[in-house]
């Protein structure tokens, strides 16, 4: 098996046939659309957020104002779209725009000081005494992402700085978040215990350089995962007391990872309980609200749409594993829903389409919170179409019909 989630040969699945009517069967579009789908909104949507000065992406455009957001860490995370058209098209210019956007990300939004020995924490947007396990994931894997495809030194000594972050954050007791100005490690206090992310990167980098350490760092964040997990099967990874959709995709996909490099069964269990208690909360249109809390009820009813096909991924790669046709017909579910919530005629949203910063892209919210598309979004919706797409083409059997939403 393989494990880069950015394009689906990442995963060993092959291009299918244009004339591939399983696709269209079950998605409702033939590939080649949907292929032109995604294309579309790097090239149009994602291009005209892309600061040619700055040499990064504005983090979102806010439509009814006509207002480009300023550059942030989320650059680490939005380089993936550049990544996923560079695979897809060879197009050497998407390689060269996701390392300027790693790299904008890297001088202002990572601390890179030689003194502090958390050196390689990311800061969090909001708040920049705060360095963060998750959007250090993403820099982490992005970084192993650029380093494949470049085989550039530079990036090698930059994973090494986010391991250290990761190293001391498992020291400290497995904790998240960082306070610069406290010199604290917590786990309380808004913090996002997204374990997923530390499992999935070691895993990318084990693939990558073929280092056993690397797969027992991701075995133990794993195995501390295990110990947060509810008896209903859920995660409560917002300060152990909320789900939230955006902390869920990398833990099921990091638990399946790791149940097929050890054969560990209790990995696949643990994604298997997660995943079923996902389904139980699944709307009909194939959504899940942001946010639940412990006592299951929705304390955040608003969605966030680029979960949706990110957690898809996940469903995927479990029935990848038990060929459960539950698991494979929410993901469809999932990127149905993906697929209304791009900016287009026919759409959930069929707003501001005259102008040529929204068309392409995807809604941030559902109900619109702000009329804002983000760059950070549209990675999990191309990537989740895509690998889908793949994925039924790949299939000898399709779902039953009646469960496609």
Request: net charge negative; aromatic share 16%.
């Amino acid at each position: 098996m393989a494990y880069e989630t950015i394009f689906p040969t990442g995963w060993g699945l092959k291009r299918p046939h244009q004339d591939n009517d399983k696709i269209k069967d079950v998605l409702g579009y033939p590939l080649e659309v949907l292929e032109e789908r995604v294309k579309n909104c790097v090239y149009c949507f994602i291009e005209n957020l892309y600061d040619h000065k700055e040499q990064g992406l504005r983090h979102y455009y806010r439509a009814d104002e006509k207002y480009q957001s300023e550059l942030d860490s989320g650059n680490y995370l939005m380089a993936i779209n550049y990544l996923t058209m560079y695979d897809m098209t060879g197009d050497e210019v998407m390689l060269e725009r996701a390392a300027n956007c790693f790299k904008w990300a890297y001088d202002h939004a990572t601390e890179t000081h030689p003194m502090f020995t958390w050196q390689g924490g990311v800061r969090d947007g909001f708040k920049n005494n705060e360095l963060w396990v998750k959007y250090t994931g993403d820099a982490f894997l992005t970084c192993v992402a650029l380093y494949r495809r470049t085989k550039e030194e530079d990036y090698l000594f930059y994973i090494k700085q986010f391991h250290n972050f990761f190293k001391q954050a498992k020291k400290a007791g497995f904790c998240y978040k960082y306070d610069t100005n406290t010199y604290k490690w917590t786990n309380y206090g808004f913090v996002w215990r997204s374990f997923g992310f530390p499992v999935v990167s070691y895993i990318e980098l084990y693939e990558a350089t073929n280092d056993d350490y690397y797969l027992k760092e991701a075995i133990a964040w794993g195995e501390h995962g295990l110990t947060l997990q509810s008896d209903n099967g859920c995660f409560y990874l917002l300060d152990g007391e909320f789900w939230n959709s955006d902390l869920t995709a990398p833990e099921i996909r990091g638990l399946v990872f790791l149940y097929e490099l050890t054969g560990e069964k209790k990995f696949l269990k643990a994604a298997r309980g997660f995943c079923d208690w996902l389904i139980q909360q699944q709307g009909d249109e194939g959504s899940w609200p942001i946010g639940i809390d412990s006592d299951n009820e929705v304390c955040a009813p608003n969605i966030g749409p680029g979960d949706m096909p990110n957690i898809a991924m996940g469903f995927m790669r479990v029935h990848m594993q038990t060929q459960e046709e539950k698991y494979l017909n929410a993901a469809i579910k999932a990127i149905h829903y993906s697929l209304d919530l791009q900016a287009l005629e026919g759409g959930k949203y069929p707003l501001y389409l005259e102008d040529p910063n929204v068309k392409w892209g995807f809604w941030s919210w559902d109900p619109l919170h702000d009329i804002t598309l983000s760059g950070d979004q549209s990675v999990h919706h191309i990537r989740g179409i895509l690998f889908m797409a793949y994925y039924i083409g790949s299939l000898n059997a399709l779902p039953k019909r009646n469960c496609q939403g």
